[in-house]
């Protein structure tokens, strides 16, 4: 049974572009939630899609955006990119039991 | 203020010692309690769940305590293997029928030496 994935595992942008990072969920999650790690921080949450549906929102500016498919799986979207923009982003997915599963995340470096 | 606080350590401590994090949350709304585990370069993983009545899990206890809106970890006979950040985590009730909105420490980085 495979677990949560993404995609890619690392990424260099510059500031100003934009991003698209990937999330496939754990087999029989429904719900999506995203997360940003900046450097000897905790996670904080960003959003969360549940029904292709962004369901909650963290604060975090309209620059993120995201998206879920019929499958579940999910994307995030980050425009504008900043030099702040630059940690590791996780995934989590989740089902009946609400216990959420972590990806091995994205590590984006903006320069 | 930081909605969840912790000694960000880091906690150096030989093998078999017993070590203890410590975790404050600010939002009295919290309805469930977690310490995550997240080793180097690594995603987070589940621990355990915290209840009222406390918990444990082999080596690992944990309490809480509604009224000072305190949470702990107690690791006793320490492994080499143990040596990674914790996370408490404390989350409120998200949407009906959703995954709550988890919401992270900092961390408390422990290294266990031989």
């Known amino acids: 049974d495979a677990g949560v994935t993404q995609s890619p595992t690392h990424l260099i942008k510059t500031r100003g572009q934009q991003v698209t990072l990937r999330c496939s969920p754990k087999?029989?999650?429904?719900?999506v939630s995203w997360y940003q790690q900046a450097l000897g921080q905790g996670p904080q949450f960003i959003f969360q899609y549940y029904e292709e549906e962004e369901r909650q929102r963290g604060n975090f500016p309209d620059r993120f955006s995201g998206h879920q498919f019929p499958n579940y799986s999910s994307e995030l979207n980050v425009n504008a990119l900043l030099l702040g923009d630059s940690a590791l982003y996780l995934c989590?997915?989740?089902?009946?039991?609400?216990?959420?599963?972590f990806g091995p995340g994205t590590r984006l470096l903006v320069l | 203020r930081k909605e969840v606080e912790q000694d960000p350590g880091p906690f150096n401590v030989p093998e078999g010692a017993t070590v203890a994090f410590n975790c404050t949350y600010s939002n009295s709304a919290s309805q469930s309690f977690f310490w995550y585990r997240q080793d180097c370069r690594k995603e987070p993983k589940l621990l355990m769940s915290?209840?009222?009545s406390g918990n444990e899990d082999g080596r690992f206890t944990a309490q809480l305590n509604r009224a000072s809106q305190y949470i702990s970890l107690l690791i006793r006979d320490s492994k080499l293997s143990d040596s990674a950040t914790y996370l408490c985590v404390v989350s409120s009730r998200g949407y009906s029928g959703s995954a709550r909105q988890l919401t992270f420490g900092s961390g408390t980085q422990l290294t266990v030496l031989p």
């Open positions: 915290v209840y009222s």
């Open positions: 989590a997915s989740s089902g009946d039991s609400r216990t959420q599963y």
């Open positions: 087999s029989g999650h429904d719900t």
